[in-house]
């Protein structure tokens, strides 16, 4: 279902009616939002920018994004399932990469963006890996598995857009069994005053200069700059995931701290973990 301008409430709209040019004020900002918009918000832009996304993340991270999910690849473990669950998999990167990484296992990418998951199905054919990535339509907040389903799950670059964060963390957390991983890949603002200052004006000014050629929404790039600069520090995001129930957590930073990457580990006798919704067997597509 496509969110529409009506999704928003009523004091939002007003908002957006008085917003004047430049396009920049297309979306309000994250702060503004309550939960159920910011959702919808996040639904629409990404159902907008599917044909250049891929080439986007390429070039205006420089190709970094390349290596940040090799990082995170290369440290996932496997030894129960041999399963990996994609959470939020978007075109599918993240699944592909460990797809070829690690050949003996089996992958579910989930999203509820059905342009993204699209994408995503031609790039998986394209590259002979449809018995081995399977895609699915599901909220993060409500993963269609039974619990200790996969020896890990990730997300990449996609946890900035979900408002409840320690619920989809619980869920990522439920559906891994007992001493598996739950990684998240994310950029964050960079600590040190000097990057801050470069990082600043590159995704408030260039960035969305830099997409408007390519992309049919350019004002997309200013709400991820927003995304990026309200997520909480990577401190903060460690407590997330502590809060969670997660232990060991480990936080690696990569490219300056423009991104980090963090991994946690279900516990071996985990606390009781209260479901978000019925339990579904995966089904296929």
């Known amino acids: 279902m496509r969110i529409g301008f009506t999704t928003f409430s009523k004091p939002t709209r007003e908002k957006i009616l008085r917003m004047e040019k430049p396009p920049r004020h297309k979306y309000p900002l994250v702060a503004e939002l309550t939960e159920a918009e910011h959702i919808g918000m ?42 990996f669950l994609d959470v939020a998999s978007g075109t599918a990167d993240l699944a592909i990469d460990a797809a070829q990484r690690h050949p003996c296992i089996q992958i579910t990418g989930v999203d509820f963006v059905q342009e993204m998951m699209d994408l995503a199905q031609f790039k998986i054919e394209k590259r002979h890996l449809s018995d081995k990535i399977q895609l699915l339509m599901s909220d993060a907040l409500d993963l269609p ?29 439920r559906v891994v069994v007992p001493g598996g991983q739950v990684m998240v890949l994310e950029m964050t603002f960079p600590r040190n005053r000097l990057i801050q200052g470069i990082y600043h004006i590159y995704l408030n000014r260039m960035l969305p200069n830099l997409a408007r050629p390519f992309s049919p929404n350019p004002t997309a790039y200013y709400y991820l700059a927003d995304s990026i600069t309200h997520f909480p520090t990577p401190e903060g995001f460690v407590g997330l995931m502590g809060e969670a129930g997660l232990k060991h957590v480990q936080k690696h930073s990569l490219t300056l701290g423009i991104t980090h990457l963090y ?23």
């Not at 832009?45 to 080439?55: L, R």
């Not at 799950?153 to 857009?161: E, Y």
């Not at 580990?265 to 296929?284: D, E, F, L, Y």
């Open 42 to 83: 996040v639904r629409e832009i990404f159902s907008t920018i599917t044909g250049k996304y891929d080439f986007l993340n390429h070039f205006l991270s420089l190709g970094q994004d390349i290596a940040w999910r090799r990082s995170a690849v290369e440290k996932m473990r496997f030894f129960r399932t041999y399963r």
């Open 145 to 173: 598995f039974p619990d200790n389903s996969f020896d890990v799950t990730g997300i990449a670059f996609g946890i900035r857009n979900i408002p409840n964060k320690i619920r989809a963390l619980c869920e990522m957390m």
């Open 263 to 285: 991994i946690g580990t279900k516990p071996m006798s985990p606390r009781p973990i209260q479901s978000t919704g019925t339990v579904k067997p995966p089904s296929s597509r």
